[in-house]
């Protein structure tokens, strides 16, 4: 089993930054792919976008709208990864969720709220 752990999130006027984090943990956590989705208001959890990916091969993809504005990292802790998101825009309001896959097992983050506006 694993854990995912969110931080980051909140109010941002437009145009503005934030910087997402979460930390997986498990004793057998082995991730072969840590990415971002995000679920706008009024939409269901199976509507759910994907922002970014980040493999374990060091390949990284990002939704089309990202633009980029965003950019998803790892850091110096071990299973963290972030998203920087920058330029942000109205319709960048939704509930941000972390997503990983270990051992061939999705896990999820407890999602965190963005909100763009003025």
């Known amino acids: 089993q694993a854990q995912l752990v969110q931080s980051g999130g909140g109010l941002v006027q437009p145009g503005g930054s934030l910087r997402l984090s979460c930390t997986a943990s498990?004793?057998?956590?082995?991730?072969?792919?840590m990415s971002w989705f995000r679920q706008p208001p009024g939409k269901e959890p199976e509507e759910r976008e994907m922002?970014?990916?980040?493999?374990?091969?060091?390949?990284?993809f990002y939704g089309d709208f990202v633009k980029g504005r965003f950019t998803i990292s790892t850091g110096n802790a071990e299973n963290t990864v972030y998203l920087q998101m920058n330029n942000l825009k109205p319709e960048d309001t939704a509930v941000y969720y972390c997503?990983?896959?270990?051992?061939?097992?999705?896990?999820w983050g407890q999602g965190t709220q963005v909100t763009v506006s003025s």
């Open positions: 922002v970014a990916t980040l493999t374990s091969h060091g390949e990284i």
């Open positions: 997503h990983a896959v270990s051992r061939g097992n999705p896990y």
């Open positions: 498990g004793s057998d956590f082995v991730a072969s792919a």
